[in-house]
């Protein structure tokens, strides 16, 4: 049906940069908001940012000032640009999407990616 596939993980020492892509693919009509999420160890699954399809973002505080996410429309991927890294930035990064479908009627599905390994060492 639809596929949301993340990429980007890794290893950086604390201060670097990564950057996240996602991409969508199958059954497509439209699609709504986009998001990231992380899970540290132990830890609840936690909102990282989100963007909307007209381009409004929001974030957590814990990343303002240090994260953008952004999305290009015509390839279904949204980005996530991942600076000032902190040792607590280390968790599995999972990607979000609200998905428009079309089966003889439109209907929204949500759905989430496998997630990407990042570790950011002291």
């Known amino acids: 049906q639809v596929q949301l596939v993340e990429s980007g993980g890794g290893l950086v020492q604390a201060g670097g940069s990564l950057r996240l892509s996602c991409t969508a693919s199958?059954?497509?009509?439209?699609?709504?908001?986009m998001g990231w999420y992380r899970q540290a160890p132990g830890k609840q699954r936690e909102l990282v940012a989100t963007?909307?399809?007209?381009?409004?973002?929001n974030y957590a505080d814990s990343v303002k000032g240090r994260f953008t996410i952004s999305r290009d429309n015509a390839k279904n991927t949204v980005y996530l640009q991942m600076n000032s890294l902190k040792p607590e930035d280390t968790a599995v990064y999972y990607c979000?999407?609200?998905?428009?479908?079309?089966?003889?009627?439109?209907?929204?599905?949500?759905?989430w990616g496998k997630g990407t390994l990042v570790t950011v060492s002291s």
């Open positions: 963007i909307t399809n007209g381009g409004s973002t």
């Open positions: 199958g059954r497509i009509f439209s699609i709504n908001a």
């Open positions: 979000n999407a609200d998905i428009r479908q079309y089966n003889g009627y439109s209907y929204y599905m949500n759905y």
